[in-house]
């Protein structure tokens, strides 16, 4: 087996490795997913922590840390109460972090400022979808992980057309087209057999499917930028195939405060 296939197999193993445990978590119950949640959380500050360190070390980055995660783990559990109002502050270091200079995104309050408004918020909000019922949770993970999946086959054995090759090279047309379709049949399994679209209007589900392939596709871009500009290639090494929690967790962490008031808002 050559390396690009072994990849793709490590990859696909971990992947379903990571999804018995979100499942497991699911169907134990909602303090289970928030503990999932959780562990999530901790993990991808440890992560951002460490590469905030190694570019800036020193005594106002370690305080900024301390804040940083201690207003993180309050977000986190008091998310109903203020996500409302740290989601603008997320959108905004969000598309600083893509489009800012890269000098002041390695800054440590810029690393504390998008731990607490995106990475801390996305935990949040995740855990919040699972707490009257499971439907929300399972809409958005199986989405986003067939866009994924079949992005990444499509775009290796057809990919063509660069699209972002500065931020993210191996993203390609043909792979956003693959992930799309992929989009579309996870959209027929939450109809037909996990039912848990089964009943909602076409419109809304066209909505979700738009939402998918516009935001799950940033968010994977945003991270990509961030690392860019941090000068690091993976966020870590924790999940074979994959690289760090960040690097698989990057687009559900941004998405899922965006994904859940899509769902509160729409009938």
Same mark, same amino acid.
């Given at each position: ?55 800036? !070390? ?42 800012? !200079? ?33 439907? !929300? ?31 993210? !090279? ?98």
């Amino acid at each position: 087996m050559d390396r690009a296939k072994r990849e793709v197999v490590v990859r696909g193993l971990t992947l379903i490795a990571l999804q018995n445990l979100t499942c497991l978590a699911l169907w134990i119950g909602y303090p289970a997913f928030r503990i999932y949640a959780a562990l999530v959380l901790a993990a991808g500050l440890l992560e951002l922590v460490y590469h905030y360190r190694s570019v800036r !070390p020193g005594r106002y980055a370690n305080v900024l840390i301390v804040v940083a995660v201690l207003t993180s783990a309050v977000l986190f559990l008091e998310a109903e109460r203020f996500a409302v109002y740290v989601l603008p502050i997320g959108l905004a270091l969000a598309v600083y972090a893509f489009w800012g !200079p890269a000098h002041q995104v390695r800054s440590p309050t810029f690393g504390a400022l998008f731990a607490v408004g995106v990475i801390a918020l996305g935990a949040g909000c995740l855990s919040l979808m699972a707490e009257n019922g499971i439907a !929300p949770v399972v809409t958005f993970l199986l989405l986003l992980q067939l866009n994924d999946a079949f992005g990444l086959l499509a775009g290796k054995r057809f990919g063509r057309t660069k699209l972002f090759p500065r931020i993210s !090279p191996n993203k390609t047309l043909e792979g956003y087209i693959g992930g799309a379709l992929g989009v579309l049949a996870g959209i027929l399994l939450l109809n037909g057999w996990i039912h848990t679209l089964s009943g909602t209007s076409v419109g809304k589900q066209l909505l979700i499917v738009c939402f998918i392939l516009v935001f799950g596709n940033f968010g994977d871009l945003l991270f990509s930028a961030l690392k860019r500009k941090l000068g690091i290639k993976d966020f870590g090494n924790l999940l074979p195939g994959h690289g760090g929690i960040l690097d698989r967790y990057d687009n559900i962490l941004f998405g899922a405060p965006l994904f859940a008031l899509l769902w509160g808002l729409l009938p």
